[in-house]
């Protein structure tokens, strides 16, 4: 069975730059992209705000790592351009009812929430207080969304 990823726009960061969350060298999200690149059943799912997203990371200098960088980008598209790895919407995820019950802070990633009730692929993210406040809202368990780090992720390939 084909599974498919949402992959939070920081996770793309990271995997550019080879660091963490915290900014210290970490291969971690970079090993996740070329995981889902490399590996025939795994799809990334995106809607237009997300691929606007990709678009706008892949294409900031200030999110290359000088050797790295410009090899994964390279390599993220030829996977945008793959038969078959990507499910794109062709339109922006719908509102959901709850969304209203997302927390100030995490106002900024509906959209990624949006996708992910639609589609209920696994969210792939490094953002702990989304996961947090997706969990105290109740919407993750109502929705009974899968919401992962990208260590939790590789583990599973």
């Not at 949402?6 to 660091?19: F, K, M, S, T």
């Not at 795994?42 to 606007?52: G, K, T």
């Not at 009974?144 to 990208?150: A, D």
Request: charged share 20%; glycine share 8%.
């Amino acid at each position: 069975m084909t599974q498919g990823y949402i992959l939070d726009e920081n996770v793309v960061i990271y995997a550019q730059r080879g660091v963490d969350e915290y900014d210290n060298p970490n291969l971690d999200c970079t090993d996740l992209v070329n995981g889902i690149i490399d590996h025939d059943l795994r799809i990334l799912v995106v809607d237009d705000v997300l691929w606007d997203k990709y678009d706008d990371q892949l294409n900031n200098p200030s999110h290359h790592d000088v050797e790295l960088g410009p090899f994964l980008m390279i390599r993220f598209w030829g996977l945008l351009q793959a038969p078959g790895k990507v499910v794109g919407l062709g339109h922006t995820a719908p509102d959901f009812p709850e969304q209203h019950a997302i927390p100030p802070g995490s106002q900024d990633d509906v959209f990624l929430v949006r996708l992910l009730v639609e589609t209920r692929a696994i969210l792939v993210t490094t953002d702990r207080p989304l996961r947090q406040d997706l969990m105290i809202s109740g919407i993750q368990s109502l929705y009974n969304l899968c919401i992962v780090s990208p260590q939790e992720t590789l583990a599973g390939f």
